[in-house]
């Protein structure tokens, strides 16, 4: 596999996800890009795309390629599952020290917790902090992904 992926614009797919969105890397052209599941649904449904606005063709478009040569032409970024932000959170609680160690370990319990964890970053001043180790994270899951499916990246 000759293609070379950017390594910042799969972690920025990665950490730009969500439940709606299913980025994919083009094994021909090393592109990301980043289908809703509405243009999958479109996809699926065969939807032609001369009925839709000009905005919505090529992700569509895309979304049909994606269907018809998945695995041959993209594969699906990690998902949520694989990235999993509650363990990245718990690392860098252990990584702090003292009593912020403690305060930040207690607000990852139970459910609210990653609004209390964001809210304790800021009132410690360590947000900063927090999202350069995160990237960090997201930056070595995806040089280990690149490495299991024989990807070059920069």
Known sequence: MSVVASLDEIVEAMELQSDDDSPYLSLKTGEVVVLSAEDIRYAEDEVDTE??????????????????????NYIPLPSEFVIHEYSIMEAFCYNQEGDIRSQLLNSIQKRGAFRRFKDDIIRFGIADKWYKYKEEALKDIAIQWCKSHNIKYN
């Open 51 to 72: 009925t839709l606005p000009d905005w919505q063709k090529y992700s569509v478009e895309i979304a049909q390629e994606v269907i018809k040569d998945e695995e041959e």
